[in-house]
C-alpha cells in the first residue's frame, strides 16, 4: 500500500505506521468520477483520506440544489468527524475525479488497547488539528458567500485564492458549475459577471486558471488575516 504525505500521519514513524497497518485497518480503493463514496444519512465507521484526484463534500435539498462545501485533494481526508461521532451524515462525498481513496476503519484504528501506543496520542492530536483546520475552511467559505452580490462573491473567493497562492495567478479546483455550487450562485449569473471583470480588465482567465490583474485591498487584507490564523494552528 502506497501512502502519500497526509496530516493523518504526521509525526508518525515509519515502524509505528507499520504497526498501525498490521491493526489490517485500512483499505484501498479505486473510485470514478462522480461515484459517491459515503451518501447523505449514512452511518459510517471509516474515514478516507484521498491519495489521488478530487472529492467534493455536497449538500443537495429536496429539490436538487447542490451547494459545494469542501474540495479535497490528494493528502487530505474526509468524514473522519462522523465516522468517529458515529451521527448519521449530513453531507454526500463524491468523486469529482477518478480518484484512489484509503479508507480507515476508525473503530479499530483506536480501540481501548491501542491507547498505550505512542501513535496514538500522536494520532489524536494529528485529528485534531485537522478537526480545527476544516473549521477554519468552513469559515472560510462563510467568508466568500457572505456578499449579497455576484461579483462580491468572485472577488473574497479570488483575493482568498491569492493569498493561498502567493500570486496573482492561481488555479482553482472546480469548473463552472462546481464553483457556482460552491459560491452559492447560479451559472449564468456567475459566467456572466466573469465575463464583465474580464471586459473590465480586472481578472483573466482559461478554463479555472486565473490572473488577477488588479488587487482588491479591502478583501485582500481580510482574508490575509484569516490566512495567517490558519497557518499558526499548522505550527
Not at 62 to 76: D, E, F, R, V
Not at 149 to 173: K, M
Amino acid at each position: 500500500m502506497n501512502l502519500i504525505p497526509t496530516p493523518l500521519f504526521r509525526n508518525i514513524s515509519r515502524e509505528e505506521l507499520t504497526e498501525i497497518q498490521a491493526l489490517q485497518c485500512m483499505r484501498q480503493r479505486s473510485y470514478t468520477k462522480g461515484e459517491v463514496i459515503f451518501h447523505s444519512g449514512d452511518l459510517i465507521h471509516e474515514m478516507g483520506i484521498a491519495l489521488s484526484g478530487n472529492i467534493h463534500i455536497a449538500t443537495v435539498d429536496l429539490w436538487g440544489g447542490k451547494t459545494i462545501l469542501q474540495n479535497i485533494s490528494a493528502g487530505q481526508s474526509f468524514a473522519e468527524t462522523y465516522a468517529l461521532c458515529h451521527e448519521p451524515l449530513m453531507v454526500d462525498v463524491t468523486c469529482a475525479d477518478d480518484a484512489e481513496v484509503l479508507l480507515i476503519d476508525t473503530n479499530t484504528l483506536l480501540r481501548e488497547e491501542n491507547q498505550k501506543t505512542i501513535w496514538y496520542v500522536k494520532l489524536y492530536r494529528n485529528l485534531l488539528l485537522i478537526s480545527l483546520q476544516k473549521n477554519l475552511a468552513l469559515s472560510n467559505r462563510i467568508f466568500c458567500t457572505t456578499s449579497k452580490t455576484v461579483r462580491g462573491r468572485l472577488l473574497s473567493y479570488f483575493s482568498f485564492q491569492s493569498v493561498r497562492a502567493g500570486s496573482a495567478q492561481f488555479t482553482i479546483p472546480f469548473d463552472r458549475q462546481q464553483m457556482a455550487d460552491y459560491l452559492n450562485l447560479d451559472r449564468s449569473a456567475l459566467s456572466k459577471e466573469l465575463g464583465k471583470m474580464r471586459k473590465e480588465g480586472l481578472i483573466e482567465f482559461h478554463k479555472n486558471h486565473f490572473i488577477l490583474k488588479q488587487t482588491f485591498p479591502a478583501a485582500t487584507q481580510d482574508i490575509s488575516a484569516s490566512s495567517s490564523y490558519s497557518k499558526s494552528t499548522q505550527n
